[in-house]
């Protein structure tokens, strides 16, 4: 059993960290923080974990962190984990981060994207994209993992047997997500009207067009599986929804395909990996069916007329969109189960 830490534990993301930790067979949570709650207990400000913690939220201090805890999870707001990460490493204590800071290769990205130069370039350097579908051996053994954006994941889940294969072509590749109102954080609501109840109910629309900050994340990833670069036309959108993602993809074919060819590339490309469910033809992704889980549902369907492919994903935002696939990192790094603590089917309705 190991000691974890939740930096940024008051946001959604650390939410769903701390209810999958405060049942987790292998972890013994030991230090929470918020620079907004400091001093409250955890169980008043989150009811649903009454019984299961008595900590109270701590203000963010890393040479703290690192002497409660073995491993620290980050869920703090983009171009904070760089402060953290240097000294906790520096105390040889294990990180999967939850924001953007370390997903990005090239450091340049970061103040094209991100307005802000990167200040942690050796930690940059020798972070691991934590995508378990296609970085599991990196992973293992990692000191710092960088945990995917939700856009990014539903996007790469979706299209990489194709692009791997060189089914797909690399270019003209369009991706279309639709998430839930949590994708923004808590602070988010506040910040922006579009995520007030009034404004997001019975609406959809489409924000960040052609600047949202995954859009480099989803091109970094899908490049390396093509091993070609790749540019992808990604719009966001918003839904009525509290959590869930879904994902269409369109991407020109490089051979003529049915849905059965693809099916049965899908199939293989998926084959043993325990939480991509790869769906039966006729069958098509729903977020409900994905909801408080680590699962992605993907299927996909040939267009012979466009000689397109059309592959769709669903997932839960909160979940294999974030801390859920956090802590399924947390297992492979640890040489765990990867399915520990996480095998609760989803929740339904």
């Known amino acids: ?6 930096a940024g534990a008051s946001g959604y993301m650390g939410a769903e960290l701390l209810r999958l930790l405060a049942v987790h067979p292998q972890v013994r949570l030991t230090a929470v923080t918020s620079e907004r709650l400091a001093g409250e207990r955890l169980d008043r400000v989150f009811p649903h974990l009454r019984g299961l913690s008595d900590l109270t939220f701590q203000e963010v201090d890393a040479e703290r962190l690192a002497a ?3 491993l620290v999870f980050l869920a703090l707001p983009h171009m904070h984990s760089q402060r953290a990460v240097p000294v906790l490493r520096g105390q040889a204590r294990k990180v999967v981060d939850l924001s953007a800071d370390y997903r990005l290769k090239d450091p340049a990205l970061y103040a094209t994207w991100y307005k802000t130069p990167h200040t942690d370039p050796r930690g940059l350097e020798e972070a691991v994209y934590g995508l378990p579908e296609l970085h599991r051996k990196a992973i293992v053994g990692a000191s710092l993992v ?9 996007a790469v889940l979706a299209v990489a047997p194709l692009l ?24 988010g609501r506040a910040v ?8 997001a109910n019975e609406n959809v629309q489409a924000y960040g067009i052609g600047t949202h900050r995954h859009t480099p994340e989803m091109e970094q990833e899908l490049s390396a599986v093509a091993g070609a670069p790749v540019v992808v036309s990604f719009t966001p959108h918003l839904v009525p929804l509290n959590r869930g993602l879904f994902t ?18 899908y199939r293989e490309f998926y084959a043993g990996e325990a939480f991509v469910r ?8 729903i977020t409900r069916a994905v909801v408080g889980s680590n699962f992605c549902d993907v299927a996909v369907v040939a267009d012979a007329r466009t000689r ?22 947390l297992n492979i790094m640890m040489g765990w189960d990867e399915r520990s603590g996480l095998t609760a089917p989803p929740v339904y309705p």
């Open 1 to 6: 059993m190991i000691r974890v830490a939740v």
């Open 68 to 70: 409660e805890a073995d």
């Open 146 to 154: 960088a945990s995917p954006g939700c856009y990014p994941m539903g």
């Open 164 to 187: 791997e294969s060189g089914w797909g072509r690399t270019e003209g590749i369009v991706v279309d997500g639709k998430s839930g109102v949590t994708g923004a954080g808590a602070q």
């Open 192 to 199: 922006d009207p579009m995520y007030l109840y009034t404004e």
């Open 248 to 265: 269409t993809a369109s991407v020109p074919l490089a051979r003529e395909a049915t849905t059965a060819d693809l099916l049965a590339l």
């Open 278 to 285: 790869v769906l039966d033809e006729g069958q098509r992704p």
């Open 308 to 329: 397109r492919a059309v592959c769709l994903s669903a997932l839960d935002n909160l979940g294999k969109g974030g801390a859920a696939n956090g802590v399924q990192c």
